[in-house]
Structures are given as structure tokens and as C-alpha cells.
């Protein structure tokens, strides 16, 4: 008896485990993913799956709902089709003809409803946002406007409240809605800050675009062109930069300071002839090109070649450097001329790199 | 016999150049197809190399755009629409029990039109670079100021003479499939390959205007100076979106419909059980092709059209999930009480439920506009459009061929290499495909050259090329087994699988030139199949043996074309400036289109003015032909 009631201990014991080990085994490949998933989430700047701010936060959201509705779907139709591929396989010596069914009332009317009851559930939420992030900001009393022009391949940024324009580096402050105006000099692009919205396209004079976001957390985002422009599409990045009130008010004070100029006249001289025809410090020079003004305190030079103090970045200099020895080799297809055909020497190139690379602004 | 008169019957290469029988020109198309298809792939192998690791050079940023650019475009319009057509070709006339197509002449100027279109295209590879502005050629990118060799010209000439090639097959299988079906074959009767190829034309014709007057319009504006898109004399570029759009999305649906149809036909064959609610899978593809009409705007979300359009774009796309749904599921419960046989043609067919369902439920999850503003021109995209197009369609065609191999060719492809073509092609695609999805969300967005280290892009980039490569493999499988199988004797039964329903297993493999000896009498739904069960070996005749009448083969479609292809060449290069003075007079002087149109126009008159009336086969020499068929 004892005995007996072991041995159905044991049983039961073994039988339990492997019900268990074979749970294990089919949540395994689960886990793997889930792993995958919790690792493999990308940058903290940079990734849609890491919100940091409340537009990209509610379109992350409507994202999950989506995607939860989409996991129920892909179980259902995996679990039915894994048990139609098992259970109903041809077996050796089956030649009777199965019976030739034309169809099922009732389960098409259940596999029309239930798709139909799932897309409204993401249909309201979806209409709800698309009206939220509809309305125009532009005008609020505490937005700060923002002018966004894309060139091939770089951003102007213009702060018409403030008289301010920039380049390449998005300054904005943390906790106020700010509030863009989006055109393009010449061809399509699209403006995306992934970790801090959804992008929105820059369009001809004409069908111009107005959205706003904001940002929580001081910070550097990382923001991409998403429509192809051109050979260096995928070099036309920019960076947001978001800082706290004051700073944004030290900022502003600094941009409109009237301009340094290189110590040395004689460099001052090339550059102002050369450089300035295009490009904009303070108060001087043109708008062609990519304003200039406290270079040396940006993330990246060309919006590419990432700065100390960014993964992999290097020394402003030397990425100055690299740039204004070869903007072809940095860009293809970019729209500066060589500034050694514009006759300048690698001295000169070298004083003019020293001197941008000092050029910061304290904010 | 009042026009029986005898038919020159060419041999050889002329057989091919000449022929009108649309078994021959299916073959014709699944070649050209093949080889565009081949030029496709090898684009997408080094745009997966050149994305293998950050900041690679392999090719320069202005070839990588060249590359996606051709990429998109070949694979869709030279790739897999003639494959589709190739199909359509082989089938659809043997399924309604039909002698071929309603106007055999225009078959055959489909499939040249499209070759040569498809060749002034790809020419542009070496005739000073091909287009580069993206398989969507946005303006103000494709214009003349930003886009400045001719490879857009390349592009906009080159789909409108491959275009017209479809629009013509479209209405020839639309006039095929209405007038004539076999006596009994109501609508409510064809095989559902025939439905799906019938809605699929009805949407080439409504679609592919659309795609013409856009690539007229930017000719003008890129050749002759014209302001459509040109923003500083009025024009407005986001018409170019709106334009190509109509035809775009219609465009995803003219080629998911036939792999729709293939799975409708291979998934009950190898259950042994008759499809699933056939009635409610009409309706759903008729209600897809009408809803696919509706959504075009939903690539074009953050254009700024304003949140009504967004809003109305957004739940006439998702509504499109339900009606796909339904055919889901209805696959799913074909099987369900079948006998399933794992042939490489049901591996394609089974293969293609949950890949598509999973390119299904991302495409919902796009429709959702502010979700969308995250994934748009991402490589979430791209993982989405992969996996309805390879998972989906490429499945569908890879399925469609190893079934009706043995129909076309009159050999079974080789079972164990297809098996193996299916693994490697479906592990390689998700591989390949199922990653983007997360590159997508983590910030790369689609088409850049390459990328910066540091972005947590480097792991999943290199997983998509090796899976790229186990694709590769699937497909030099395929291409190896369409060798291995050529080499071996003809022969097989007049229905291989053994479980065939439709008509085209009724007759031999491959069927005689004139298809049916007499014209079935169809009783029913799956009308062989029918037969079977009730004891019969073959279809009753509806008509008593008789003459049969047959189009007479004729070159003047492969002349038309190349007057087309002349003057499209003529067009593109007007306004060039030569080194040579006589080739810049006779291109700018218009010479060379004048030429190129005098031979179209010139055959044109000639098919008008001299009357043929075709050939006849007499009953004598059907019994013959019977008995070696």
C-alpha cells in the first residue's frame, strides 16, 4: 500500500514536473523575446520606444493599444492554424474523401463582427489623438514659435518671438509647448524627433505645416530627416537640445550678442570674404548657409560629425577640421563649396576651424 | 470552311516573337519576369550589404538611392506584376474552359509593350545613371533642378510603355473572363484564381490612368518645361502624391489579389476539401479592391492634410482588416476537417497565412495616423511592405508556380529542392524582414545611405543581410530546380496532384494548342472535381467535335513595341546636347520619335487594312494531336 501510494507520489511528482518543464519550454522562446524586446529598445534619445515627452508618450500609447489588439489576433490565427496543421495532416492509407463543407453561417458572421468590434476599439482613440495633435499652437500665448526650414541637408531653426536663428542645433526650453512652422527651401523633407513626437513633412511655400511638442527632461534628442532628399538623406540630422528656463533666456541674450570675429585681421579678413558671404555669426553675414553663431558649444559639426561628450564624438576641432578639408567627402551632394577652391589654405582652414571650435556660447 | 486557309508556322526564335497563344506568351512573361526579378534582387543584395555595418562604403550615397530607386521599381512593375501575368496567362483561360484569351493580338502587344518598357528602364544603368528619387519619385526631387541626369526620364518614359502593357492585359482578361466562360460557368462558379484575376483587372483599369497622367505630367515638366510641380510658377507638389497614390495603393492591392486567388486554389487541393465560404471570399475581394480605392491618403499622413483627412483616411484603412480577415480565417477552415499534404506548393500556400496576417496587423497598426507619424519612412515601413509583398504575394507566386508547374511545362518541379526552397526563403524572409520592424521604432528611418555607430542599429542590421542571403539561396534553389526539372522527360498526368478541381486539370500537361477539344459543360463550383466524385474520367462536352478556329501567330506586337521603345528614347533625349552633330539633329529635330511612332502607327495600319482571319484545326488532326496530347 505504502508502497503503491509512493510510486503514484512519484507519479504524480514526475508527471507535475513535466507539465511544468513543458510549460517552461513553450514560455521559452516567449522570454527570448520579451528579452529581445526589453534590451533591444534603442537609445534614450533617439528611440520611439523611450517617450521623453508627452506627445511621443500618447503616440506610444495608441501604439500599445494597437499592438495588444494585434498580439490577440496573431495567437488566435497562429493557435488555429497550428492545430489544423497537426490535426488534420494526411495520413498514410486515408482515402476516403472528407466531407466537402461550403461554409459556416455563423462562424463568418462571429470572424466579420469580432475584426470589425476590434478596429473600432482602435478607431475612437485614433480619431481622438489625430484632432488632439490637429490643433494649431502657433498663436498660443505661452508657445514658443519656432520657424523650421530644411535645406539639403541641414535645419535652419528661426525664433521669430526671440529674433533669433539657428542651425543644426535645436534650442528649446523644457516644460513650454513649442510651437513650429515647417517649410522647405527646396525639396521635401521631414522633420523627426522620434523620442519626442511623430514626424511631420516639409512642404513648398503654400501647403506649409504647423505642430507642436515639448519636452520634460533637459537634454540632447536626436532628430533625423525622413523623407529622401538627396544623396546625404541620411546624414541630415540635427539635435534638440531642451534646458531649463533661464538657460533658455541666457541663450537667447548670447545668440543676439554682436559677433566674435578671429583675433588675427588678416583671418578675420578670409573669413569674413570667404565664409561670411554664406554664413552668419551674431550680427554679421549672409543666410545662405547654416547660421555660425557659437558653433563650438554644438553637439555635432554638419549635424554629422558628432562632438566630445556624444557617443563616439571627437574633438570639435578636428571635426571642424574634417569638414572645411573636404565638404564632399563629409556629405556627398552637399551644397557648400570647397573652401579650398574658394582659396583658402590649410592654414587658414586651420585658424578658422580654431576659431569656430572656441566660439561657445555660455547659457 | 470560309477562311480556313492555311498558316505560315514559324520554328525557333520566330515561334516565340510571333506567337499569340497565350500558354506561350505566360512563359514568355514568367522569363521576363524571372530576369527583371533577378535584376531586383541582386539591387536589394547590395543595398543589404551596403547597410551590413555603420558607416560602410561599399557603394557611394548617389548609387544606394539608384539602387532603392530601381529596387522598388523593378520589383514591382517588371518583377512581379509579370509573374502575376504569367500566371494569369496559363491559368485563367484553362479555368473558365476557354480556346485562350478574348483578343490573343493585344495579349501578345501586352507582354512586348511591357519587355520593352521594362528594357528602356534598365538601360539606364548604363546610359548615365538611373533614377535616384526613390520608387515614388516625390517632386520636387524628381524634377529636372534636383534630379538632373536622365535617369527620372528613364523612369517616367520607361512605366508608361511597361504601363500601357498592363493596362492592356488588364482589359484583355477583363473582356476574357466576361465573354468567355464555358456554358455553365456562372460568375458564382469560377475558380476563385479567376475571380481575384477579374477583380484585379477591374482595378488595372481604373488604376493605371492614374499612374499614366502623373508620368505624363512629370515628363512635361522634366523634358518640356512644364510647371505641374514646379512650386515657384504655381505648380504644387503634393499633387504628385495624391496622383501617384490613386494608382499606388490600388497598385498593392492589383498584387496581392491573385496570390489571394493562388492560396484559394492551392490550400483546398492538397485539404482535399472544397474552399471554405467561397461566397463571403467574393465578396471580400470585391469589398478590398473597392476600400483599396479609398486609402490612398494613408501614405500621406504627415503631409499635412489636416486631422478630417487623417481621421477619414485612418478608419477607411482599418476597415480594410475585416474583409481580410474573413479570407483568413476562411483558409484556416478549408483545412480544418481536410486531408493536408505537405507539398512544396501548399508549404508556400500554408507559409503565406501567418506571414501575411503578421504584414496584416502592422498595416492596421500604420493606419492609426498619430502611430503613424512615429512609423512613417521608417524601416518599420519596410517591414510592413515586406512582409505583405514577399511574405504575401512572393509566397502566393512561389506557391502558384510549383502547383501549375507541371500544367505549364507538362513536369513536376523536383519535390525535396522546393521543400528546400521554401525553408530558405521563408527563414531567410523573417530574418531578413522581422528585425526592421525594431529598427524602425528605435529611430533608423528608410532609404539613408548608411547610419552613425552607437544606435543600437548595428546587431539587427547585420541580421537582416544574412537573412538576406538565406533568401538568396531560396531563390537560386528555385531558379536550380526549374533546370534540374527542364532536363527531365515530359509526361505527366493531365491532373498531377491527384485532387484537382478545376478545369485545368481536366485536359493534358501541357494542353494542346487549342486547349479543349470541345468546350467543357460546367455543372458546378469546382466543376472537375465535381465530375470526379460522380464517376466520370473527363468533362462532358458542351459542343460536338468540330473545326477549331485559332489566331493566326503575327510579328507585328513585337514591332509596335519597338516603335514605342524608339520613340520613348527619341523623347527622353530631345533636348540633349550631343558631341555628335547628326545624332543631336536627329533627336533634337524629333526625328527619332517621328520614326519610332511611323513603325507603331505604320503596323498599326497594316493589322487594319489587311483582314486576317486566322486558321482552322479540323477534327482529324485533333484526334491525332489527342492522342499524343
Known amino acids: ?363 | 470552311m470560309a477562311h480556313a486557309h492555311s498558316v505560315k508556322r514559324h520554328t525557333g526564335l520566330m515561334d516565340w516573337l510571333t506567337t499569340v497563344d497565350h500558354k506561350k506568351i505566360a512563359i514568355l512573361y514568367l522569363l521576363a519576369g524571372g530576369l527583371f526579378f533577378g535584376f531586383g534582387g541582386v539591387e536589394a543584395m547590395l543595398i543589404r550589404l551596403q547597410l551590413i555595418k555603420p558607416m560602410n562604403d561599399l557603394v557611394s550615397a548617389q548609387t544606394f538611392n539608384e539602387l532603392i530607386t530601381m529596387h522598388g521599381t523593378t520589383m514591382i512593375f517588371l518583377g512581379v506584376m509579370p509573374v502575376i501575368f504569367a500566371l494569369m496567362n496559363a491559368v485563367i483561360p484553362l479555368q473558365i474552359g476557354a480556346r485562350d484569351v478574348a483578343f490573343p493580338f493585344v495579349n501578345a502587344l501586352g507582354f512586348w509593350t511591357f519587355l520593352f518598357g521594362g528594357i528602356l528602364l534598365n538601360l539606364s544603368w548604363i546610359m548615365g545613371g538611373a533614377p535616384d528619387a526613390g520608387w515614388t519619385a516625390y517632386t520636387p526631387l524628381s524634377t529636372s533642378t534636383y534630379s538632373t541626369t536622365h535617369g527620372v526620364d528613364f523612369y517616367t518614359v520607361g512605366l508608361q510603355i511597361a504601363g500601357l502593357g498592363t493596362l492592356i492585359g488588364g482589359i484583355n482578361f477583363l473582356a476574357t473572363i466576361i465573354t468567355m466562360r464555358a456554358p455553365g460557368m456562372s460568375f458564382m462558379r469560377m475558380p476563385m484564381f479567376t475571380w481575384t484575376s477579374f477583380i484585379t483587372s477591374a482595378m488595372i483599369l481604373f488604376a493605371f490612368p492614374a499612374i499614366t497622367v502623373g508620368l505624363v505630367l512629370l515628363s512635361f515638366d522634366r523634358i518640356l518645361g512644364a510647371n505641374f510641380f514646379e512650386v515657384s510658377n504655381g505648380g504644387n507638389p503634393v499633387l504628385w502624391q495624391h496622383i501617384f497614390w490613386i494608382f499606388g495603393h490600388p497598385e498593392v492591392y492589383i498584387l496581392i489579389l491573385p496570390a489571394f486567388g493562388v492560396i484559394s486554389e492551392v490550400i483546398p487541393t492538397f485539404a482535399r476539401k472544397r474552399l471554405f465560404g467561397y461566397s463571403s471570399m467574393v465578396f471580400a475581394t470585391i469589398l478590398i479592391a473597392f476600400l483599396g480605392f479609398m486609402v490612398w491618403a494613408h501614405h500621406m499622413f504627415t503631409t499635412g492634410l489636416g486631422p478630417i483627412a487623417n481621421a477619414l483616411f485612418s478608419i477607411a484603412t482599418m476597415l480594410i482588416a475585416v474583409p481580410t480577415g474573413i479570407k483568413i480565417f476562411n483558409w484556416l477552415f478549408t483545412m480544418w476537417g481536410g486531408q493536408i499534404r505537405f507539398t512544396s506548393a501548399n508549404l508556400f500556400a500554408i507559409g503565406f497565412v501567418p506571414t501575411f496576417v503578421m504584414g496584416g496587423v502592422t498595416g492596421v497598426m500604420l493606419a492609426s495616423a498619430p502611430a503613424d507619424y512615429q512609423f512613417h519612412d521608417t524601416y518599420f515601413v519596410v517591414a510592413h511592405f515586406h512582409y505583405v509583398i514577399v511574405g504575401g504575394l512572393v509566397f502566393g507566386l512561389f506557391a502558384g508556380l510549383h502547383y501549375w508547374w507541371p500544367k505549364m511545362f507538362g513536369r513536376v518541379l523536383n519535390e525535396t529542392i522546393g521543400k528546400w526552397t521554401f525553408w530558405f526563403f521563408a527563414i531567410g524572409f523573417h530574418l531578413t524582414f522581422f528585425v526592421q520592424h525594431f529598427l524602425g521604432l528605435m529611430g533608423m528611418q528608410r532609404r539613408i545611405f548608411t547610419y552613425l555607430p552607437n544606435q543600437d542599429f548595428d546587431t539587427l542590421n547585420l541580421v537582416s543581410t544574412v537573412g538576406a542571403f538565406l533568401m538568396a539561396v531560396g531563390v537560386l534553389l528555385f531558379l536550380f530546380n526549374c533546370f534540374v526539372t527542364a532536363a527531365k522527360p515530359k509526361g505527366v498526368a493531365n491532373d498531377p496532384w491527384e485532387d484537382g478541381r478545376t478545369l485545368e486539370w481536366a485536359i493534358p500537361s501541357p494542353p494542346p494548342e487549342y486547349n479543349f477539344k470541345q468546350i467543357p459543360l460546367v455543372r458546378g463550383l469546382d466543376a472537375y472535381w465535381k465530375e470526379k466524385m460522380a464517376g466520370n474520367k473527363e468533362m462532358t462536352p458542351a459542343e460536338p467535335l468540330g473545326s477549331i478556329h485559332m489566331p493566326s501567330p503575327t510579328i507585328l506586337p513585337f514591332v509596335m513595341s519597338v516603335g514605342i521603345f524608339i520613340a520613348g528614347l527619341g523623347l527622353m533625349f530631345s533636348s540633349e546636347k550631343f558631341n555628335n552633330s547628326f545624332m543631336s539633329m536627329i533627336f533634337n529635330n524629333w526625328i527619332v520619335v517621328i520614326i519610332g511612332l511611323v513603325i507603331t502607327f505604320g503596323s498599326m495600319l497594316l493589322r487594319s487594312l489587311f483582314d486576317d482571319h486566322g486558321w482552322h484545326i479540323e477534327p482529324e488532326e485533333l484526334e491525332e494531336e489527342g492522342v499524343k496530347a
Open chain 1, 1 to 363: 500500500m505504502c508502497f503503491q501510494r509512493s510510486l503514484r507520489k512519484w507519479k504524480k511528482w514526475g508527471r507535475s514536473m513535466m507539465k511544468r518543464w513543458q510549460a517552461v519550454k513553450r514560455l521559452l522562446p516567449l522570454l527570448a523575446v520579451f528579452s529581445l524586446l526589453l534590451a533591444g529598445c534603442g537609445r534614450e534619445d533617439l528611440s520611439v520606444l523611450r517617450p521623453q515627452g508627452p506627445v511621443a508618450q500618447e503616440q506610444l500609447g495608441l501604439m500599445k493599444l494597437a499592438i495588444s489588439i494585434m498580439i490577440v489576433v496573431l495567437v488566435i490565427v497562429f493557435a488555429i492554424a497550428a492545430y489544423v496543421l497537426v490535426k488534420f495532416r494526411r495520413r498514410k492509407g486515408q482515402n476516403g474523401v472528407p466531407e466537402q463543407v461550403e461554409g459556416n453561417f455563423k462562424l463568418e458572421i462571429i470572424w466579420t463582427v469580432i475584426p470589425l468590434v476590434l478596429v473600432i476599439i482602435l478607431a475612437v482613440p485614433t480619431v481622438q489623438q489625430i484632432f488632439a495633435f490637429g490643433d494649431d499652437h502657433y498663436n498660443d500665448k505661452d508657445a514658443v514659435q519656432v520657424k523650421v526650414t530644411s535645406h539639403q541637408y541641414w535645419w535652419e531653426f528661426e525664433y521669430p518671438q526671440y529674433g533669433v536663428k539657428t542651425a543644426q542645433t535645436l534650442v528649446i526650453p523644457t516644460g513650454k509647448k513649442i510651437a513650429f512652422e515647417l517649410k522647405t527651401a527646396d525639396v521635401l523633407h521631414s522633420f523627426w524627433v522620434p523620442s519626442l513626437s511623430g514626424k511631420m513633412d516639409t512642404n513648398p511655400d503654400g501647403t506649409i505645416n504647423r505642430f507642436s511638442f515639448s519636452a520634460d527632461k533637459e537634454g540632447v534628442y536626436r532628430g533625423k530627416c525622413a523623407e529622401l532628399c538627396g544623396p546625404s538623406h541620411g546624414f541630415m540630422e540635427f539635435k534638440v537640445k531642451a534646458v531649463n528656463g533661464d538657460s533658455f533666456d541666457n541663450w537667447v541674450t548670447a545668440m543676439k550678442a554682436p559677433a566674435v570675429l578671429p583675433e588675427d585681421p588678416a583671418l578675420a579678413e578670409a573669413f569674413k570674404k570667404q565664409c561670411l558671404s554664406c554664413h552668419a555669426v551674431g550680427d554679421q553675414g549672409g543666410p545662405v548657409g547654416p547660421n555660425l553663431t557659437g558653433i563650438g558649444s554644438r553637439e555635432s559639426v554638419a549635424g554629422i560629425l558628432l562632438n566630445e561628450g556624444q557617443d563616439g564624438g571627437k574633438p570639435v576641432k578636428e571635426n571642424l577640421k574634417e569638414w572645411l578639408m573636404d565638404p564632399q567627402a563629409v556629405k556627398p551632394g552637399n551644397k557648400m563649396p570647397n573652401p579650398k577652391d574658394l582659396g583658402l589654405t590649410d592654414e587658414q582652414i586651420d585658424g578658422i576651424a580654431d576659431y569656430l571650435a572656441n566660439y561657445k556660447l555660455n547659457y
